[in-house]
């Protein structure tokens, strides 16, 4: 299996700081990686596929990077509507893993 | 508009079967650029993919499921369905289905991408 791991597993910022949220893979998985945003009570929302194609209606405060190992989501000035928990998700095996999850919080 | 929803009973006593269906509405099942997938959120916990099916009937599963889990599909009703036997409390979850989008070259590699659309979830307790 691939393992995911993400960093921080919980964050606290303020209106307009810029986040950053990394996710790392066991093994190269080239740009197969996809970021969630799972706000509570709500199904998990597919922000971006193959590390930084965002989706279609996703605001572009949003942003990602990486390749091979190593990604990272950033959310370039936190809005309250961003409060939510993320998780990376690797699709470059058929066998699907997701990361622990990182939540954000307001300070 | 694709949409998808889950159905199914809400309580499953331990050691017997969980059976759980997801309706797709919008679009066909057969569609050969999706497969259908089952991801499940136990309570103060993060997500987990369960396993996968395509069109063709061809299945993934998580390891960690595998031996007591079977996915299947209903072209008939434009459906697929999970099955897991033997449920224990740590099968109590929030379970979800979702469309996963997937791209076949000509010569028959697989390349997998996010899922894309998803049902609202349905919640399951296993208990006595």
């Known amino acids: 299996d691939i393992q995911m791991t993400q960093s921080p597993s919980s964050l606290s910022a303020s209106v307009g700081d810029r986040v950053t949220i990394t996710c790392r893979a066991s093994?190269?998985?080239?740009?197969?990686l996809n970021w969630y945003q799972h706000i509570q009570g709500k199904a998990p929302k597919l922000l971006m596929h193959?590390?930084?194609t965002l989706q279609s209606g996703v605001p572009s405060r949003f942003s990602g990077s990486g390749s091979g190992t190593h990604f990272t989501l950033t959310i370039s000035s936190l809005q309250p509507e961003d409060i939510a928990t993320y998780y990376c998700?690797?699709?470059?095996?058929?066998?699907?893993?997701f990361g622990g999850g990182t939540k954000v919080e307001i300070k | 508009q694709l949409q998808l929803q889950e159905s199914g009973p809400g309580l499953v006593k331990p050691s017997e079967t969980l059976s759980l269906s997801c309706t797709v509405s919008?679009?066909?099942?057969?569609?050969?650029?999706?497969?259908w997938g089952w991801i499940r959120q136990p309570p103060g916990k993060g997500l987990e993919w369960i396993g996968s099916?395509?069109?063709?009937?061809?299945?993934y599963y998580n390891p960690s499921l595998k031996r007591r889990l079977i996915i299947s599909l209903d072209t008939s009703k434009n459906q697929f369905s999970l099955r897991l036997d033997s449920v224990t409390a740590t099968d109590t979850a929030v379970y979800y289905c979702?469309?996963?989008?997937?791209?076949?070259?000509?010569?028959?590699?697989?390349?997998?991408?996010?899922?894309?659309?998803w049902g609202q979830g349905t919640t399951v307790t296993v208990s006595s």
């Open positions: 099916i395509y069109f063709s009937g061809s299945t």
């Open positions: 919008g679009g066909s099942i057969t569609n050969n650029s999706y497969y």
């Open positions: 998700q690797q699709s470059y095996s058929a066998l699907l893993t």
């Open positions: 979702a469309r996963q989008r997937v791209l076949v070259t000509s010569s028959l590699s697989y390349f997998y991408y996010g899922m894309d659309v």
């Open positions: 193959s590390a930084s």
């Open positions: 093994q190269s998985i080239s740009t197969y």
